[in-house]
T-cell receptor, first 111, second 110 residues
Framework: KAGVTQTPRYLIKTRGQQVTLSCSPI?????VSWYQQTPGQGLQFLFE???????NKGNFPGRFSGRQFSNSRSEMNVSTLELGDSALYLC??????????FGSGTRLTVV | AQSVTQLGSHVSVSEGALVLLRCNYS??????LFWYVQYPNQGLQLLLK??????LVKGINGFEAEFKKSETSFHLTKPSAHMSDAAEYFC????????FGKGTKLSVIP
C-alpha cells in the first residue's frame, strides 16, 4: 500500500512569489491535514480537508490556502512568500480523523 | 483546548540503557494520544497510539507508552536503547487536529 506522497521534496522560491505544494494521500483516506514545521515554532496545524471541504483551520494568515480534489489529493498554496515561510511542510492523511500517516514533507526555502 | 508538554528538549542515554521520554497533556475531552518519531530530513513516523482500552500501549521498535489519566501523562519508554533510536520524538494529542509537543531529541551514546 503506497504511503502519503508529497511533491516536490525541495523547493526554493523568492520573496513575493507564490508556491503550490501537492499531497497524495493513502488510497481510501478522505482526510488530509497540513502542518508547518520550523525550528522556532515546532509543528503547527495549518488546515484539514475532508471530502473536499475544509473542516478545520489553524491560526495562519490568509496567504495560506488549500483545497482538496474529488480523488482526495490536496494542494496547499502560499502567496506573497515571506522569509519566515521557510519551513518543512508536512501532509498527513487519515481514513477519518484519527491515526494520521505523514508524508516525507516538502522543504520550502524562501530567499 | 488541548496542549502537550514534553519535558526535556534533549535527552542523552547510553546504548543499552533505558529510554524515558516524558509527555504531559491537557485535553477537555477524553484524549487520543500519539508518539511520532522523526529522523533527519524525514516526515513523522507513528510509533504508537492510545485511543481507548488498555492503558499500556506497545508500538514499533520496542517502544511502549502508558496512559495515566490521573497524572495526565503518556510517557514513552524502551528498555534498551539502540544507536538507531537516535532521532527526534514528538508526543501529540488529537482533538479537531493533532496538537504536538515541542519534541525531544534523543541522542544515544555508544
Amino acid at each position: 500500500k503506497a504511503g502519503v506522497t508529497q511533491t516536490p521534496r525541495y523547493l526554493i522560491k523568492t520573496r513575493g512569489q507564490q508556491v503550490t505544494l501537492s499531497c497524495s494521500p493513502i488510497s481510501g483516506h478522505r482526510s488530509v491535514s497540513w502542518y508547518q514545521q520550523t525550528p522556532g515554532q515546532g509543528l503547527q496545524f495549518l488546515f484539514e480537508y475532508f471530502s473536499e471541504t475544509q473542516r478545520n483551520k489553524g491560526n495562519f494568515p490568509g496567504r495560506f490556502s488549500g483545497r482538496q480534489f474529488s480523488n482526495s489529493r490536496s494542494e496547499m498554496n502560499v502567496s506573497t512568500l515571506e522569509l519566515g515561510d521557510s519551513a518543512l511542510y508536512l501532509c498527513a492523511s487519515s481514513p477519518q480523523s484519527v491515526g494520521y500517516t505523514f508524508g516525507s514533507g516538502t522543504r520550502l526555502t524562501v530567499v | 483546548a488541548q496542549s502537550v508538554t514534553q519535558l526535556g528538549s534533549h535527552v542523552s542515554v547510553s546504548e543499552g540503557a533505558l529510554v524515558l521520554l516524558r509527555c504531559n497533556y491537557s485535553s477537555s475531552v477524553p484524549p487520543y494520544l500519539f508518539w511520532y518519531v522523526q529522523y533527519p530530513n524525514q516526515g513523522l513516523q507513528l510509533l504508537l497510539k492510545y485511543t481507548t482500552g488498555a492503558t499500556l500501549v506497545k508500538g514499533i521498535n520496542g517502544f511502549e507508552a502508558e496512559f495515566k489519566k490521573s497524572e495526565t501523562s503518556f510517557h514513552l519508554t524502551k528498555p534498551s536503547a539502540h544507536m538507531s533510536d537516535a532521532a527526534e520524538y514528538f508526543c501529540a494529542v488529537s482533538g479537531n487536529q493533532l496538537t504536538f509537543g515541542k519534541g525531544t531529541k534523543l541522542s544515544v551514546i555508544p
